[in-house]
């Protein structure tokens, strides 16, 4: 049996770009980075459908190893 790793994000290919799809992409990146990135407490996510098929995620956060906030922009998947 293979062990669990990355994100539920994948379940969502081929969804329509709407509120709540988009509320489970916000969902399913802060439970995959709560999972897997310890260093990493997530303040906001925040996702937009930037096209047909594309969408534009950033995250802020605290990185807790020395307490600064940091934000990544423009991740899109």
Do not use: C, H
Request: proline share 8%; hydrophobic share 40%; glycine share 8%.
């Amino acid at each position: 049996m293979r062990p669990k790793y990355g994100s539920s994000l994948f379940e969502l290919i081929d969804a329509p770009m709407n509120g709540p799809v988009l509320s489970r992409v916000v969902a399913a990146t802060a439970e995959a980075l709560d999972q897997w990135e310890p260093r990493l407490k997530v303040t906001r996510i925040t996702p937009q459908a930037i096209s047909p098929g594309k969408l534009s995620i950033d995250i802020e956060g605290v990185y807790l190893e020395t307490g600064r906030t940091i934000t990544f922009q423009g991740i899109q998947i």
